[in-house]
């Protein structure tokens, strides 16, 4: 597991993002898709240790693909410049909790929690929050979470309460998200070190204590 090779190919194709480009490096290509594969592979070996409902997926089918869809997008680069894999019970994140690696150099990232749920999911969060903030609170204010995690991340909340949500309420502030994500970063020389599989472990671990209060929200 070379990530060093995988940040150097990253870098190089945000500078030349074009199809030529990428056929004539495509060798490069596979080794790092191979290389940042082997790196899921490890990092989903830990995660079942803690979170029983990851037993049993291919780590192969975790990782997103390179390639864009540009159809309805004014950036007509066919690349992103990006890896990132999706770990949770039936597969890539789909309207369900799990834990998200991306990595791009200087901007890479462990996250967790749930991203844009649908509106029946969403509103069954919300009623949890609601119903039940003193689990959420807890969680959200443990030691060890808090030297990890900022809060939730808001980067698509709303700027005024939900429909069926008074203004004044005890928990505006989480009730006004969109999603329910936890994120930190990575610097490039943490993804290279040789205790990068334990420092996502370790996040992810902390993480899963909310992905349980939500599974638990959405049944």
């Avoid at 997103?64 to 690349?79: H, L």
């Avoid at 990890?148 to 429909?163: H, R, S, Y």
């Avoid at 505006?172 to 990575?186: D, Q, T």
């Amino acid at each position: 597991m070379d990530m060093e090779f995988v940040l150097k190919f990253l870098k190089d194709i945000a500078r030349h993002n074009d199809r030529d480009w990428f056929e004539k490096n495509k060798w490069r290509y596979l080794e790092a898709k191979a290389g940042f594969e082997e790196a899921v592979t490890a990092i989903l070996k830990e995660l079942v240790k803690f979170d029983s409902g990851l037993h049993g997926l291919n780590p192969k089918k975790l990782p997103f693909r390179i390639y864009r869809d540009v159809r309805f997008s004014k950036n007509k680069s066919p690349y992103k410049t990006n890896m990132g894999a999706g770990f949770s019970p039936n597969g890539r994140l789909v309207q369900e909790p799990g834990y998200y690696l991306h990595i791009e150099p200087g901007k890479s990232f462990i996250a967790g929690g749930i991203y844009q749920p649908d509106a029946a999911n969403l509103a069954k969060v919300r009623q949890e929050i609601d119903y039940n903030p003193d689990a959420l609170k807890k969680l959200m204010t443990a030691k060890k979470f808090k030297t990890i995690f900022d809060g939730f991340d808001e980067f698509d909340k709303l700027k005024t309460m939900p429909k069926g949500y008074p203004k004044d309420h005890p928990q505006k502030e989480w009730l006004r998200l969109k999603s329910f994500i936890v994120s930190m970063p990575l610097t490039d020389k943490q993804v290279t070190d040789k205790i990068f599989i334990g420092t996502v472990a370790s996040a992810c671990k902390n993480i899963k204590p909310l992905n349980d209060y939500i599974r638990e929200a959405i049944g």
